[in-house]
DNA sequence: TAGTGGTCTAGACCACGAA
DNA sequence: TCGTGGTCTAGACCACTAA
């Protein structure tokens, strides 16, 4: 632990390509097997802070290009630099229909939570926002009164969504819609549905419609493997 | 080597939490020192194949939840079941102006492929893309001819996307888009802008305008950490 | 040729989980 | 208590890179 942790103070703030102590070096200045160095930097590759280049040596490895966290409205606003607000217009216990059920891969008619908001960042209106939240996994949720950010909420419950699978698709607004975007009926909107998993577990289906004129998307793709 | 891959044909194929061979019995198994077998396990940890716990044992993992490749329309298309065709509209060297050649990572005027295509699948007119590739990446790209994928020809070429970011707005198509699209004009439209990297290298950047009653998007997000 | 990482040996002691 | 994985030792030989 403690040559890992020297080396990853050695390197911290190195420009990639800069060479790490070779690990006969680290060796006779720890006074350690070089087994136990190799596996401290080991640990550090498989972190993606190190390089091996057989033959040459270990270097500093650049920073893996990373896809961003997944996020909810709060977050994404936030990166923009804005803050976010949003107006209830609902928020009730329900029965699940099939599709929220499948969904959430619990059965037709357990309980949900559904909550419809309307969202909006820098004082303008973004979008429309319908959750279903699974409630099985969040017993008595909305008793706890609404928070603002529902991911900030799920993770005090150890329930952050760590993998979502979107769909998104251009529509033009519907007439309810338009009214509460305060948009003309019509107008171009982007709709987004997402599927939320806090590890194995569904926990979050949703569908947002965004104004197109105040939202672009953002997304980061790939480098997974 | 050999343990790594007689464990992994063990396992293969074995539901997640089935215990997999302890180590000291791969030891005595394969009369091989303990490290030795360590190693190997290691490995597959790092592959996402096993997981080890302390005091208890190793046992095959559950499959991580991927985010799934980085793909262009040909594949993406395929994935639908559906055969992408494309209609080339321009297809010619260019000078990059600014906004490419940042995107691109490289200096105004230098050049650049820009390839326009009418996108279909199943016979049904879907989008209409502006791809700039950096040329200096892909000398001679036009004069070896036009591929189908242009996934494909990259990485042909060994420069295969393997990051991209996406922004996705949904707008109302302008009156050129339209007529090709065969749509009406101010028909809501799905526009997606990519910039698209191989490695470290900025390879590809694309604007595409998607009809939206022919495409919805499908992305997933997150569990790269 | 000297130095590097890659692989391997044949042991050892520890903390932890389950019975 | 017994078996598990986690960590460690003090060496060894190999293939590869660079000078």
Redesign the interface.
């Known amino acids: 632990m403690v040559v890992r942790e020297h080396v990853r103070e050695l390197i911290q703030g190195a420009s990639p390509g800069t060479p790490a102590p070779s690990e006969r070096e680290l060796v006779s200045q720890f006074g350690v097997a070089r ?1 136990t160095v190799r596996q401290a930097l ?1 640990a550090l590759v ?1 972190e993606g802070l190190l390089e091996r280049m057989p033959g040459r040596g270990t270097f500093v490895a ?1 920073p893996r ?3 961003c ?2 996020s909810g409205f709060t977050e994404d606003m936030r990166r923009r630099g804005l803050v976010a607000e949003s107006q209830t217009i609902l928020a009730r216990n329900e029965k699940a229909g099939p599709g929220v059920a499948r969904a959430l891969e619990i059965s037709t008619g357990d309980s949900v939570v559904h909550w419809k908001r309307l969202r909006r960042a820098g004082g303008l209106v973004i979008c429309l926002e319908d959750v279903y939240l699974n409630e099985v996994l969040l017993p008595g949720f909305l008793a706890r009164g609404l928070p603002t950010s529902l991911y900030d909420a799920l993770a005090d419950r150890g329930l952050r ?12 607004a519907a007439e309810d819609e338009a009214e509460l975007l305060e948009v003309e009926p019509l107008c ?3 709709r987004l549905s997402r599927r939320a ?1 806090s590890e ?1 577990r569904a926990v979050q289906v949703s569908r947002s419609t ?1 104004r ?1 004129d105040r ?11």
């Open positions: 087994m080991d498989v650049r290009r990373r896809t966290r997944l969504p760590t993998w979502a699978e979107d769909t998104i698709q251009a529509d033009a171009p909107v982007l998993m194995d965004f197109s939202f672009t998307m953002y997304v980061q793709l790939g480098d997974a493997d």
